[in-house]
């Protein structure tokens, strides 16, 4: 169980987590035009949505995860069903304890502040004015309003693809470091 948590932990931070130093200087004038392109995207409400709607799927996805690891573990027939078992009556609180965690108020102002420092690194302010001029566009709205369900169904693509590609792994792994019957 600790195994599954930390697996979930690390592809939860992996998947939604920029990578970028923390203490980057922004100059203010382009802050300010950052912050301008945020309101124009209704950043605080997309993201808000977009994290509602990954708290909806991932008790889903998390059971899918924690079925295959233990459906292709060593554990006995009779182990396999108590564990499915236990973490199917756990599932619910887990999920909801490690969205909270992931996904509250902290880390959307996290993500707004690192977002500011990407914005910043790879657009002119110019480009910022104009980035905001799109999404006050009718297509730019749209594009705002479509971006949570994309990132959704891409989540939930990506998380059936490891799904299906985890036994694979995990035997891979088990064959490389599997004792020798020597030792």
Known sequence: ???LVLILCNAIALLGAPFVSANETVDASKEAAINRLFDAMDFEKTMSQ?????KASM???MMGAARSTI???RLSEDQKREAIAKIEAEMPSLSNTLMNQFLGKEFLD?????AIQLYARHFTTEEIDQLADFYRSPVGRKTMAKIPVI???SMQFTMQQMQR?????????????KPSAAQ
């Open 50 to 54: 977009s994290m509602n709607l990954m």
């Open 71 to 73: 459906e292709s573990s």
């Open 1 to 3: 169980m600790k195994k």
């Open 59 to 61: 008790p889903q996805q």
């Open 165 to 177: 590609r985890a036994p694979l792994i995990q035997e891979e792994v088990t064959k490389r470091f």
């Open 110 to 114: 996290d993500v707004q502040k690192n």
């Open 151 to 153: 990132m959704q169904e």
